[in-house]
């Protein structure tokens, strides 16, 4: 592993899915398979190394958006876009720990989205919110083609527990079942949805959205050696419509986003 620390001059970015973006790291240890982040972050630094191998750490985070948002207009804070805040590496630095004290204390509405249970160490912190929701990302129950795809993160077991766990402390949840695998069984995705259904709020879909190269690594996959763009479309489009129907039926509370 790469880890070198940084400093950084601004924190808060900005964001499609709050008003502001935090991103406590640059790259992720977690190094899933089919995370876009991986093109974005080749292209605004200088890493060339395989996605996965190295981390930043922004040891200045937590004073400079402390300076930041006395001087910006309050809103919503999405944590982490393009890292996983709850990386291996942050329970060692407390980075993401330090962010959110601040945030607490200030009273900024929060979204955190993760694959680890680290994010329950922070739990005294999470709780001191009046606006907060905190989701994990699952792609599978099944634990070897989570591994396929994400070398570190927490198993999907482990990721339900938590959401338990959350819910019991009176905070708002989600999961957020994307990027749905090519060709995942509509079964394997009702599973997920009736797994953790009594701990989520929310749920929210997504399709696999393929940058550059992302195709190629699929591909390198057992079992995904034959995934085709032009079928994949196909299949979408077919799933999306299980979703809506299945979802609809039971009332659940959810967003499709492809």
Known sequence: MILREIKVKSILG??????YC???YVGCMIGCIYCYA??????????????????DVKINAPEVLLKEITKKKKGTIY?????????PIEAKYKITRKILEILARYDWPVVIQ????????DLDILKKFD????????????????????K????????IKALKVLKENGIKTFVFIGPILPF????DIREIINESRNFADEFYFDRLNLKPGMLQKIKMIKGYENTEEIEMNKYYKGIKKEILEFTKKESINSKILF
């Open 38 to 55: 991986d093109y974005y972050t080749r292209k605004f630094s200088n890493h060339e190394d395989e996605w996965g191998s190295y981390v």
């Open 114 to 121: 993760t694959k680890s249970i680290l994010v329950l160490r």
């Open 22 to 24: 935090v991103n406590p």
């Open 152 to 159: 570190m993160s927490s198993t999907p077991k482990e990721r």
């Open 14 to 19: 900005k964001s499609s899915i709050g008003d």
């Open 184 to 187: 995942t069984k509509f079964e």
């Open 79 to 87: 944590i982490s876009p393009l890292t996983d805040a709850y990386q």
């Open 131 to 150: 606006n907060l929701k905190v989701g994990f990302t699952i792609i599978s129950l099944d634990e070897k083609i989570t591994r396929k795809f994400e």
